[in-house]
């Protein structure tokens, strides 16, 4: 995925931590929606990226952005998940077909059955930024939070002065 692009499968419906069917074009009706595709619930460096995204959700809820992840794990792994550390945004499930979402954004290891670290930003349905990372590292909040300053938006502020950007990690 590169910014520009089309998201390549909005009308994929996915489960959430509690079984609730979303499809994937609803994250950003309302507005930007920031995607997190991390690899294993319960992991360390996944624990850290979506409690660090979780300590400051308001600074996306006041420039208006929805966050979800999405992994590859069941349901029942990211309900466990969702409810041991209390995330105030969906955790999606992408398992089966297994990594179908995944694979469509280029997000896939198929050797380890994860999904890799992307986060893509996605506005009307294409992609404003993207941030990838290491396997075994997890991406800094300072990193998810540029894509807000890709927004223009900062608190209270909302989307403004789109400029496509792809920090570096």
Known sequence: MAVGDAFPVPDTVL?????DRLALRELWEQGPALLVCVPAAFST???????????????????????AALSCDPVPALRAWGEDRVYPFPLLSDFWPHGQV??????FDAELGVARRLSLLVVDGRVRWVLRGEHGAPRPLKAHLAALEALGAEPG??????????PAV
């Open 15 to 19: 489960a959430d931590q509690h079984g």
């Open 45 to 67: 460096h996944c624990t850290a990226e979506l409690g660090a995204l979780a300590f400051e959700v308001d600074r996306f809820d006041e420039a208006g952005v929805q966050l």
């Open 102 to 107: 995944c694979r469509a954004l280029g997000a």
């Open 157 to 166: 502020v909302g989307p403004a002065g789109l400029e496509p950007t792809t």
